[in-house]
């Protein structure tokens, strides 16, 4: 900063998204990516160098942009109404699973100042955010406005991961909410596995969900990332995590009992979003036990999932089936639920009919389902084909789930997850006296 405390040029200054990549591989904490990687990163240096260069225009500073006319807060903006679009525009970064896109979407958010305006966040996490924001401005003339005023306020720079849209009632909204915070200035970085055009494909409704599609490409670059390689499942995978077969449910307990040591397991309440409570049929010492059903056979969803991993870091889950027709609904709440685990970085012991990959072995989109030969005779059609489930969306979120499945039962992972709990007791208990019972938590696992 400067001598009248104003951040100078100098402030700014970093490595860079690109140079910090270099960085990683050469000191060995990335494996050496491929040319689909590179090219990405290098749009994502190009996005902070035009983010550097107009930083001041767009409002990003903490400290420069509250004395601007126009960023006083939504309450000004109602009586001094004006535009004020970014003239950098943001990104949407989206291809296959385990290309690397959260990897480098985090490596440019960090490499960012801490002082701009920014956030990044999940995109369930985001839109649940929205909602619970929405019940506290009911009866407002335009409640979305206030909304997007209050997140302008808040961030200038916002980075969502896993753009997915399942929800009609996250359709309906978007293109309102983020025409708003688009003219509000709000820059927007996208992760997804799924191209612009095919979001929210065959949803409810979907002629009034086209418009956002317009807004998010006149407002975002649009990248894809490809590659043959899912970097997720080079980690080192054992078993030991995944009990495949329902016969095993014995040895999770087992595991269960020796995380939470002298710990007396019990019901626990948990709250959620919007005064929700979720029970937690059984819970000690940081560790919650589920059976299969009771997180994904009942009504429940992102918020919950939020809700316990908030107040829970292991989550012991018996019994997940394989997934078909007959319980695609459970299927939608699994891959939810693995995605709010994984963003937690929180860690699953579990029992399951299969493999990943078995579990949705009869899940398939509308392309996969035509490539299929048809049965010639209905004597030769198997119980497995009359469950096959044609689903889209979850066709393709199922790749992430597998990879991610993967990855959650890697080393690497589970180290990742020890080093944040073992982080987050320090600051609790400085003099770190947790930190002893971690590794052996850890080591419990690995056992």
């Known amino acids: 900063m400067d001598l009248n405390g104003t951040p100078g040029f100098l402030d700014y200054v970093r490595m860079g998204p690109l140079m910090e990549y270099e960085r990683r ?90 002082y701009w305006k920014k956030q990044r966040i999940h995109f369930h996490d985001f839109m649940l955010n929205v909602h619970s924001r929405l019940q506290k401005h009911k009866g407002v003339e335009d409640p979305l406005d206030v909304v997007a005023g209050e997140i302008s306020d808040e961030s200038v720079l916002l980075c969502l991961d896993e753009f997915m849209v399942t929800d009609v009632a996250d359709a309906l909204i978007l293109n309102r909410l983020f025409g708003h915070l688009f003219r509000k200035g709000v820059m927007l970085v996208a992760t997804s596995n799924r191209a612009p055009d095919n979001l929210y494909e065959g949803g409810l409704q979907r002629d009034l969900f086209l418009p956002f599609i317009f807004t998010l490409k006149e407002r975002c670059v649009v990248h894809e990332i490809g590659s043959s390689t899912d970097y997720r499942k080079m980690t080192s995978a054992r078993e030991g995590f995944c009990f495949v077969g329902f016969e095993k449910s014995g040895l999770l307990k087992e595991k269960f009992e020796e995380l939470i040591g002298d710990h007396v397991p019990g019901p626990k309440e948990v709250e959620v979003v919007m005064g929700r409570k979720l029970q937690v049929p059984l819970g000690a010492n940081g560790c919650a036990y589920f059976a299969f059903e009771d997180l994904c056979d009942r009504p429940l969803g992102a918020a919950d999932y939020f809700g316990l991993f908030k107040h829970f870091h292991t989550l012991a889950l018996e019994g997940v089936p394989v997934f078909g027709l007959h319980n695609r609904t459970a299927a939608y709440r699994f891959v939810t639920l693995v995605d709010v685990m994984y963003d937690n970085k929180a860690r699953l012991l579990y029992t399951a009919e299969g493999s990943p990959m078995d579990l949705f072995e009869r899940i398939v989109t509308v392309p996969d389902a035509q490539k299929m030969a048809p049965r010639t005779s209905s004597r030769s059609r198997k119980n497995d084909d009359l469950d096959l489930c044609v689903d889209n969306e979850l066709g393709f979120a199922k790749d992430r789930t597998i990879s991610r499945l993967t990855e959650i039962n890697s080393r690497e992972y589970l180290e990742q997850h020890a080093e944040l709990l073992q982080e987050k007791s320090e600051k609790e208990d400085p003099s770190n006296q947790l930190g002893d019972s971690l590794k052996e938590n850890f080591d419990i696992v690995q056992a």
């Not at 939504?74 to 970064?93: D, H």
């Open 25 to 114: 591989i050469a000191s060995g904490d990335l494996v050496d990516g491929d040319a689909f990687q590179i090219n990405t990163i290098k749009v994502l240096q190009r996005l902070y160098d035009e983010l550097v260069q107009h930083a001041d225009t767009c409002g990003l500073s903490r400290v420069t942009s509250s004395e601007k006319p126009g960023r006083g807060g939504w309450f000004w903006s109602r009586f001094m109404p004006q535009s004020s679009v970014s003239p950098v525009k943001g990104l949407y970064l989206y291809g296959g699973v385990g290309t690397g896109k959260t990897m480098l979407m985090d490596l440019f958010y960090d490499q960012v100042p801490e």
